[in-house]
């Protein structure tokens, strides 16, 4: 059977409205979620540790009765370690390959996003600038059960540790009581210090407020179900959180010159990950787009995951007829996807266009997949048109900065004038005075 | 009367409690006012203009029926350059020279901070890198009546400007029709594009979503009363937003040799700004501390804003005897406050000690109020111990960055192998595939 992938022509009438009605997607707010996650952080907060236990018994359904302590959760390194010496030789080769590149690409990062801060002198000796530490502790929660990615362990830790945090925390929730074996070797691999098989509201509340055994975290990052993202808006402000990530997103400009079969299956790996995610091609070319539309036919049956593949295609795909290249960067421009391939010839000249875009995969051998595990760059980035205002994770993420100002002697006398003039002109009298004591 | 300000010593039993306990603040989450916001949002999104203007009438009390239009509350650039020449010359220069320095610290920031972004060839041909990028277009709330800061508009519209921000569009309600002709010269020093004389909810959500008359912007900054910090937590994911400010913070650590006058008048230039601020002096000399408790004191009758500071300082102030300056550093991390005065000799020996506060203000001469008008790094800072993950506010926070993948053939090669391993083990086939396909 084949897919009933939409197509749109960027010269019909009412293009971007249909394009807009494709790309439309609001997260459902279901109020019952937002309450039993307010619910369970309140009662974290209220009797930490036993509450952590009970929920975590209850909802994971582990066998007997809750622990008597937290500690009986906590998985040592020597563990972390032994599942990792269990891998394959193949896979563990791979993974850490994975490791070494995404570290080498935060430690470059690092060094260019100003983290050793700044400081300058002006003539009368006042000095100002910016001191650059990174957070002292975080949180990485990783989900259980199928959508648990070793991958993504890294891509969390690793930033935290180039950054300097001196103690990233993991959670995992281990649903029915099922580790996930290459989840604990990643994060022996990422440097992890510590690991808690806890999950959902309650693990965010855990790291949150901090328990009897789980120490309080600044900033709780990665993935969750609807209770966790829940919880973890919630709990905005007493700690840091990432974004709220929605369905993932792939969109490809193609000039026409690529196999189609190579384009076919770029849209397919975004689109197994799951039925609300986003798979669009805009090409200038109808023969060629007609061709990428018979691979998808021919090489659909094959994958495992066709059913997943089939429904995101049918109902948040697209392959878009453009006018030209340009004026599929504007269209990309307004979409602000996830990951962008440009898939053409020289396609540096095109990227030079693109402002919105979480990752950019330049080329046509730079397919999105090599990304998600071990280009190097964070495969954790803003979806939902959120590239227009927010960046991969990274270094920065887990750094904050602390504005140093020295004023001379001398710099309190011109500053502490103009300052007191806006201060009495704001009603703000202590200021202006606390200027004026300054003066000579 | 003198005030009953509380009075710590670090070598007190339970002395950690006691100042946890004085630290401790909650904002109130009001549920009305958080339904509310959302029924605004809500109408402002299906109606536009026709509800903006429908609530400004109402909740600004603006005479008469509501305009046709919302064109009709737009403040054009001529009004904002008579304002500003309205002034007078003193205060028309002071504000130039704040605008100055905040411009050119801004400057220095931007370049320091990896604006530039990076691009780096590996041995195969492969380039990694990050391209940054403004954002298009920037909302800046300014609240109206009392607490309208001119400074604020400066500091806010500012580092969007010199991030590259192409439209900044302003919004202050005029409560009862009366403009604050300050905080306009302040827009139009700034180079504010565009001023709306919209305030509360309404704005927010005519900023998050567009209207007819207002263009959807890419991020809401500045503050706002109950209703607009409610509204922006719930726009938050459509627009960015910045942090949720809690009340000013003040916290002085003095060995002692400063003019206790002085480090009153400091605690005082906190304490005014409304009864929940907070202010605490941590010294190792008792005498010391009592001078400048006879100063407190002494100065306080001629504050015009006395009743204000006298609340803050009984409610929520203290005066901290520790042990030595070591252990004030110790202290003031764990505290992580939003401005932190080191009034001492060779202050930056402690300085290094400090690793969580919004701005530190190092030597005698450097008053929070020089800080807070002109000495040039941003007054928007974290509040409520949030400076242990988070930042001023800064040209970072109007820029974003993507990703640079340039996978060469070679690459391909090595990467798609690793790729396809990982991808195989956590079931991701199509993932695996779309990596495989370019092998050779």
């Not at 003539?123 to 990783?142: F, M, N, S």
Request: overall charge negative.
């Amino acid at each position: 059977m084949s897919i009933a992938i939409r197509k749109l022509d960027s010269a019909d009438a009412g293009f971007r409205d249909k394009l807009s009605a494709v790309l439309a997607f609001e997260a459902s707010e279901d109020e019952a979620i937002d309450r039993a996650a307010a619910t369970i952080l309140a009662d974290v907060k209220a009797r930490g540790d036993a509450a952590v236990l009970e929920y975590t018994w209850r909802f994971d359904r582990l066998p007997g009765q809750p622990a008597a302590s937290l500690a009986a959760l906590e998985i040592g390194q020597e563990a972390l370690q032994a599942a990792l010496a269990s891998l394959p030789e193949a896979r563990r080769a791979a993974l850490q390959t994975a490791a070494d590149r995404v570290h080498a690409y935060h430690e470059r990062q690092k060094k260019e996003c100003g983290s050793d801060g700044f400081l300058y002198t002006e003539a009368d000796g006042t000095e100002l600038g910016q001191k650059v530490t990174p957070l002292d502790r975080v949180g990485i929660y990783v989900p259980g059960g199928k959508a648990a990615y070793p991958s993504s362990v890294l891509m969390n830790a690793i930033p935290a540790k180039v950054a300097g945090v001196q103690e990233v925390i993991m959670v995992v929730p281990t649903p029915d009581g099922v580790h996930n074996e290459l989840v604990l070797a990643a994060a022996a691999i990422a440097g992890v210090d510590r690991v808690f098989t806890i999950g959902g509201a309650q693990a965010v509340g855990a790291l949150a407020y901090g328990t009897a055994t789980i120490p309080q975290v600044d900033k709780i990052v990665g993935p969750g179900n609807a209770y966790v993202a829940a919880a973890k808006r919630r709990v905005f402000g007493i700690v840091g959180i990432d974004m709220i990530a929605g369905p993932s997103e792939i969109l490809v400009i193609c000039d026409g010159t690529t196999d189609p079969d190579w384009i076919a299956m770029d849209l397919f790996s975004q689109a197994e990950h799951d039925e609300l995610a986003q798979s669009i091609l805009l090409c200038p070319d109808a023969a060629y787009i007609a061709k990428v539309e018979a691979s998808i036919n021919k090489l659909l049956d094959a994958m495992p995951r066709k059913e997943v593949i089939r429904t995101s295609l049918t109902d948040r795909g697209a392959l878009v007829k453009v006018r030209d290249m340009d004026e599929a960067c504007e269209i990309a421009n307004a979409i602000a996807a996830e990951h962008l391939e440009i898939s053409a010839e020289e396609p540096q000249q095109w990227a030079d266009k693109i402002r919105h875009a979480g990752a950019m995969f330049l080329g046509r051998y730079s397919s999105e997949s090599l990304g998600d595990y071990c280009a190097g760059p964070n495969h954790v980035l803003p979806t939902s048109r959120t590239a227009r205002f927010s960046s991969p994770l990274g270094v920065y993420d887990f750094q904050k900065r602390s504005s140093v100002i020295r004023v001379s002697e001398a710099g309190a006398q011109t500053l502490g004038r103009v300052a007191a003039e806006l201060a009495y002109g704001e009603g703000l009298q202590a200021h202006a005075r606390s200027a004026e004591l300054r003066l000579k």
